[in-house]
């Protein structure tokens, strides 16, 4: 039973425009969510997370936007680069519990020149 | 200067043997994780020890053992390793174990022939 979908697999973009990536969950209790970004060989890297007490987060090119009712997330970057080119994790927790993230399976972004 | 350090990166082994992977973490951190990747790229919790307390273990077979020695480390203990086993296999960190992000390793790569 996955809780935390990402339906693409992966997503090619040109430098300088706008990459979306998207996140569905199914657990209503989940209320702190994360985007990680992990290179090959390396440890997921955290980027940008989101409180349910809020729709929009924003860190210089990344926003993360909630929508609680559609329980969907997503992570805009824009403008793109080919540093971003990297897997993306979207991860859901519920606070009051112990701290345990929830991820879905990944999409590939690919930032082509 | 690496935050969550984990040695081996990679591991190779025979089933029926029995293997250790170790970690620390530089953060000033109270809380420690293990996380499954496996051949399907699904990143799972297997345990979670705050303070050297054990308050996440997942369903895990009791061939898997973690031992906290003291807040910054957390190393996992593999007895008798089957070939289901191989997956590559991160440690984590966060400040509190409510809600908050969560700081990984670069993963260890385990090979079980």
């Known amino acids: 039973d996955q809780q935390v979908k990402q339906n693409s697999p992966s997503l090619s973009v040109q430098e300088g425009r706008i990459s979306i990536l998207n996140c569905d969950y199914t657990n209503s209790m989940f209320d702190y969510f994360l985007w990680y970004k992990k290179y090959p060989a390396e440890g997921p890297t955290f980027l940008i997370s989101?409180?349910?007490?809020?729709d929009k987060n924003e860190d210089g090119r990344f926003t993360v936007f909630l929508n609680k009712s559609a329980k969907h997330l997503s992570l805009h970057i824009v403008p793109s680069q080919p540093g971003d080119s990297a897997v993306y994790f979207c991860?859901?927790?519920?606070?009051?519990?112990?701290?345990?993230?929830?991820f879905g399976t990944g999409t590939r972004l690919q930032v082509t020149l | 200067d690496t935050a969550v350090s984990q040695t081996p990166k990679y591991l190779v082994t025979q089933m029926g043997n029995d293997k250790s992977i170790k970690c620390e973490q530089n953060?000033?951190?109270?809380?420690m994780y293990w996380y499954k990747q496996d051949s399907k790229k699904f990143l799972k919790i297997m345990f979670s020890y705050n303070n050297k307390e054990l308050i996440i273990n997942e369903t895990v077979p009791n061939r898997f053992s973690p031992k906290s020695p003291d807040k910054a480390h957390l190393n996992l203990h593999i007895n008798s390793l089957e070939l289901g086993d191989s997956a590559v296999y991160f440690c984590?960190?966060?400040?509190?174990?409510?809600?908050?992000?969560?700081?990984f390793g670069e993963g260890s790569w385990l090979t079980v022939v």
């Open positions: 991860a859901a927790s519920r606070t009051g519990t112990a701290s345990k993230l929830t």
């Open positions: 953060l000033g951190h109270d809380t």
């Open positions: 989101i409180s349910s007490i809020k």
């Open positions: 984590a960190s966060s400040q509190g174990s409510v809600g908050n992000t969560i700081y």
